[in-house]
């Protein structure tokens, strides 16, 4: 949990890193999980045996959006939903870049920035956060986006 983030103190916060999560390996169980959900069964994605000879990264990589969709739940460890939130529903996503694949077994993180707070009546705040989905030993991270949420006292 962030300490002092709550629903009177979400101003303060506006420009700040709210916090980095925990490492999370992107496996091939999870792809695969990814793909049948969605019905992307790209074989870049699948199979394993041809990306070893076909593809220019030499192994299965995640989905961009399974990568974008790992996003709330990262934010959700981290706390970003303040303390007196009744809920928060997501709204939208942002200036989404896809900026380096995710291969099979590779290990991600997510950096997030709180951007905005708007007042929307006297119950509900729009939050946006920036987000950079870090990926473990690379220089370029897997994305950057713009969560949009929705939050209710």
């Not at 995640?62 to 939903?81: C, N, R």
Request: hydrophobic letters at 40%; glycine letters at 8%.
């Amino acid at each position: 949990m962030i300490p002092n983030y709550n629903l009177d103190t979400l101003g303060d916060f506006v420009g700040k890193e709210l916090g980095v999560s925990d490492w999370v390996v992107v496996d091939q169980n999870m792809i695969n999980q990814f793909a049948e959900s969605t019905g992307d069964n790209q074989w870049i994605h699948v199979d394993a045996e041809r990306c070893k000879r076909e593809s220019p990264f030499g192994a299965p990589i995640a989905h961009g959006f399974l990568t974008l969709s790992m996003l709330v739940s990262l934010q959700m460890k981290l706390g970003t939903i303040p303390k007196g939130a009744s809920r928060a529903m997501n709204c939208g996503v942002d200036q989404v870049k896809f900026q380096s694949p995710v291969l099979a077994g590779e290990r991600v993180r997510a950096r997030v920035t709180l951007k905005s707070v708007a007042a929307k009546g006297s119950d509900r705040l729009l939050l946006v956060t920036g987000n950079v989905m870090e990926v473990e030993g690379k220089d370029r991270p897997a994305l950057t986006a713009d969560l949009v949420a929705m939050v209710y006292r």
